[in-house]
């Protein structure tokens, strides 16, 4: 059987191209305010395109690998049982929605691919300002076709990026301002972008010291968790501990030294569950 990672190779151009696509279908479609519906809990919208996005990914994609399964935000009724195994593509259609929503023009198309739950690929693009992030396990990441490395950045020298998507309101939100509040004066500044995706493909290019968000779910750090690891930056929960592939986890992704000072801050302040 060919490896799985040789097969993301031999058919990269064509994922791009799909991929890039979706982007533009997006970009091109500034959702009307009648087509945003609400899923459970506190700004959790879902808009048509993304289901259409979605839909039309999983189709190529299928037509591409024949043999795979998906692991989408949307439509889950597409999303295999055990659609982890095997060859698995893990899909958020649009990740920003609420910035779709409200014109912020700040969002992207992310999609992973993970064999038997290990994440081996990773693309991400913004068609906004033309920005596509690509990584293959053992290959690097690229920007727009040119190499990432990062530098071993500390906290004190870069801006950290947060999100706290209300949904995430579980009990942690005074811990976790007060843990932005040490990192406002830790390092050069906070942000916040609204893309987790986009945000941790900003720590592979080095915008980013440090991006931390204390719930996700695996689509929306599937593909930046292979761009940023292959940049040369890590990414795990805020504890350390890895990522999950099958629930939702918290999410700190930057440099070594940074992800380390923030670990420690983190522990001050954060219940252990
Ligand atoms: P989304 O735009 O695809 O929903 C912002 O803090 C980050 O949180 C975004 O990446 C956003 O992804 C994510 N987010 C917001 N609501 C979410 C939800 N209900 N489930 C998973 N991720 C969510
Ligand atoms: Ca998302």
């Keep these: 059987m060919e490896h799985p990672v040789d097969s993301i190779i031999k058919n990269r151009e064509e994922i791009e191209k799909i991929i890039r696509s979706a982007g533009q279908f997006m970009k091109s479609h500034p959702p009307q305010i009648t087509e945003v519906h609400r899923k459970e809990g506190l700004t959790n919208f879902v808009t048509d395109e993304d289901v259409q996005i979605q839909k039309k990914l999983m189709e190529e994609l299928k037509n591409l690998f024949l043999c795979c399964n998906f692991y989408g935000e949307e439509d889950t009724q597409g999303n ?16 920003g929605t609420t910035n779709f929503i409200f014109g912020y023009n700040h969002s992207c198309v992310s999609v992973g691919a993970g064999y038997d739950g290990q994440m081996i690929a990773g693309f991400v693009y913004d068609p906004y300002v033309e920005l596509f992030y690509s990584a293959v396990r053992g290959y690097g990441t690229v920007l727009n076709g040119i ?127």
Excluded: H, W
Aim: charged fraction near 25%; proline fraction near 3%.
């Design 80 to 95: 295999d049982k055990d659609g982890r195994k095997g060859l698995c593509f893990f899909i958020d259609p649009i990740d």
């Design 147 to 273: 190499k990432l490395q990062i530098r071993n950045s500390s906290l004190a020298e870069g801006i950290v990026s947060f999100g706290c998507a209300r949904y995430n309101n579980e009990g942690d939100t005074d811990a976790l301002f007060q843990i932005m509040k040490e990192l406002y004066l830790g390092s050069l500044s906070v942000r916040e972008g609204g893309s987790a995706a986009l945000d941790i493909c900003r720590v592979a290019s080095g915008a980013n010291v440090v991006y931390l968000e204390l719930k996700l779910n695996p689509y929306d750090y599937a593909a930046a968790s292979v761009i940023v690891e292959e940049a040369g930056g890590v990414i795990s929960q805020v504890d350390g501990l890895p990522i999950t592939m099958d629930r939702p986890c918290s999410i700190l992704a930057g440099t070594q030294k940074a992800t380390e000072e923030v670990r420690s801050i983190c522990a001050r302040y954060l219940r252990k569950k």
